[in-house]
C-alpha cells in the first residue's frame, strides 16, 4: 500500500497510538513484512515509534498519553488544564493507571504514570480532543484525585476549581466516598464549606477523630477545623 493511502486509513481511525496488528490489519500483509514497511515509514519521518511497538502520526503528548496503557486517563493539575480550570500551563502529563509504568518525555513534556489501586480506576471518559480521543477525568474524578494525592496538584488550584459550575455536587460526593479515604473526604469537605457548600451530613459517618493535614506538604499550624478533623495549614484568599 502507498504511504498515502495507508496514512488516510490510519486517520480515519482516531487513534493516537497505533499498534503493530492496527498497521498490519491495515495493509493487509503478516507482522515480518509489516516490520519492514514500519521501518520505511519512519526512515520517511511519516511515522514515529513512541515505545517498542508503539506508533504515532503526532508527537503531540496530550493525544498520546492516556492512549499508552489501558486502562488509564489523564488526571490532575492536567484535567484542569483541559477543562480551563487553572491557566498553567503543564510541563508534566499526569496519567492515572493500574501498573507501574516508567515515566517518558515527549516534546520536553513529562508524561508521568500514577499507580492507583483498580477500584480506584473509575470517573473517566474517552472524548476527543485535537481530532483524536483521549481518556480523561471527569472534573468530579480530576478533584477527587488531587484531595488524594495532593502531591500532583496544589490544594490551592483544586479550591478554585471547585468554585466552577461545571462540577456536580452529587457526584463529586460520590467518587469521593468511593474512593475509601477518610482524609480525601476531609480535604474535599473542608473546601467546599469554604465555597459555601455543606457536605457534612452526607460524610460524617466516614470521618475518624485523628487531625489530619489539609496540606501534607506544609508543615503543621496552630489552627484546627474541629468539624472537619483538619489542620488547617494553607489559606486561600
Not at 50 to 55: N, S
Not at 222 to 230: E, G, V, Y
Amino acid at each position: 500500500m502507498q504511504a498515502i493511502a495507508f496514512l488516510k486509513e490510519l486517520e480515519k481511525l482516531r487513534k493516537p497510538v497505533i499498534l503493530l496488528n492496527d498497521i498490519a490489519r491495515i495493509i493487509g500483509k503478516n507482522k515480518e513484512y509489516t516490520r519492514i514497511y514500519i521501518h520505511r515509514l519512519k526512515e520517511r519521518g511519516l511515522i514515529k515509534e513512541i515505545e517498542k511497538g508503539k506508533y504515532a502520526l503526532s508527537d503531540d503528548p496530550f493525544e498520546i498519553s492516556s492512549n499508552l496503557v489501558f486502562p488509564s486517563y489523564i488526571s490532575f493539575i492536567t484535567t484542569y488544564f483541559i477543562y480551563g480550570f487553572t491557566t498553567q500551563i503543564p510541563v508534566v502529563i499526569h496519567i492515572v493507571c493500574s501498573r507501574p509504568k516508567m515515566t517518558i518525555c515527549l516534546e520536553n513534556i513529562e508524561i508521568n504514570f500514577i499507580t492507583f489501586k483498580k477500584e480506584n480506576i473509575f470517573g473517566y471518559k474517552r472524548e476527543h480532543f485535537r481530532n483524536k480521543y483521549i481518556f480523561i477525568a471527569e472534573p468530579e474524578k480530576a478533584v477527587v484525585d488531587s484531595l488524594y494525592l495532593p502531591k500532583y496538584c496544589p490544594i490551592s488550584e483544586t479550591y478554585e476549581a471547585l468554585k466552577s459550575k461545571g462540577i456536580s455536587q452529587e457526584r463529586i460526593i460520590e467518587y469521593a466516598l468511593r474512593m475509601n479515604s477518610i482524609v480525601t473526604l476531609k480535604r474535599l469537605g473542608y473546601l467546599m464549606e469554604l465555597n459555601g457548600i455543606d457536605i457534612h451530613k452526607k460524610v460524617k459517618h466516614k470521618l475518624n477523630s485523628r487531625y489530619d493535614l489539609l496540606n501534607p506538604f506544609i508543615k503543621r499550624s496552630q489552627t484546627n477545623s474541629s468539624r472537619w478533623k483538619l489542620n488547617i495549614n494553607e489559606v486561600f484568599e
